[in-house]
T-cell receptor, first 113, second 114 residues
């Protein structure tokens, strides 16, 4: 059974601060996705990382995949109120002929103006 | 725009009264998933279809059933909803194996059980 530990679970910061969210596992994933979910909506895919050591940037968001493909981090620079939401990491593994995702428990981020 | 559509967005049903939630997709993806999500928790996979092949998670209650009449549509049937079934139900799609496991979610249906 693949498990994905995500931390912190809750984060409340002031506008302009930086933050990092972590996902860790003892399992190797074929890829890892990060999603953001706003209240009352479905998760929206932000990025997919595939290669160990890979770094991707999306404006003020930086995503990193660990060298061993067991962990990942999301760093947000100069957080803004629009970044508020539930951030979910999800590791992909192949099973039953399709990809299934193991989700972390999520990080609920509140950015205070 | 290609997308995953869920109807209705909000559904209220009575305790024990069957309810059906629907999902459609214009992405032409082979795989469709149904998740249950309770407040600020991670989505919990109920089942998925790879084409017409149905795959049930071991801990999905028998109360939950699903149908996929064609590539585009998938339905979630809750035969006798209980108060504990109140949640957000998310439909998602992905390409067949060979993709990178990316799933595309619909906006969800918020189910209330009275």
């Amino acid at each position: 059974t693949q498990l994905l530990e995500q931390s912190p679970q809750f984060l409340s910061i002031q506008e302009g601060e930086n933050l990092t969210v972590y996902c860790n596992s003892s399992s190797v994933f074929s890829s890892l996705q990060w999603y953001r979910q706003e209240p009352g909506e479905g998760p929206v895919l932000l990025v997919t990382v595939v290669t160990g050591g890979e770094v991707k940037k999306l404006k003020r968001l930086t995503f990193q995949f660990g060298d061993a493909r067991k962990d990942s981090s999301l760093h947000i620079t100069a957080a803004q109120p629009g970044d508020t939401g539930l951030y979910l990491c999800a590791g992909a593994y192949s099973g039953a002929g399709s990809y299934q995702l193991t989700f972390g428990k999520g990080t609920k981020l509140s950015v205070i103006p | 725009d290609a997308m995953v559509i869920q109807n209705p967005r909000y559904q209220v049903t009575q305790f024990g009264k069957p309810v059906t939630l629907s999902c459609s997709q214009t992405l032409n993806h082979n795989v469709m998933y149904w998740y249950q999500q309770k407040s600020s928790q991670a989505p919990k996979l109920l089942f998925h279809y790879y084409d017409k092949d149905f795959n049930n998670e071991a801990d999905t209650p028998d109360n939950f059933q699903s149908r996929r009449p064609n590539t585009s549509f998938c339905f979630l049937d809750i035969r006798s909803p209980g108060l504990g079934d109140a949640a957000m139900y998310l439909c998602a799609t992905s390409r067949e194996a060979g993709g990178r496991g990316e799933q595309y979610f619909g906006p969800g249906t918020r189910l209330t059980v009275t």
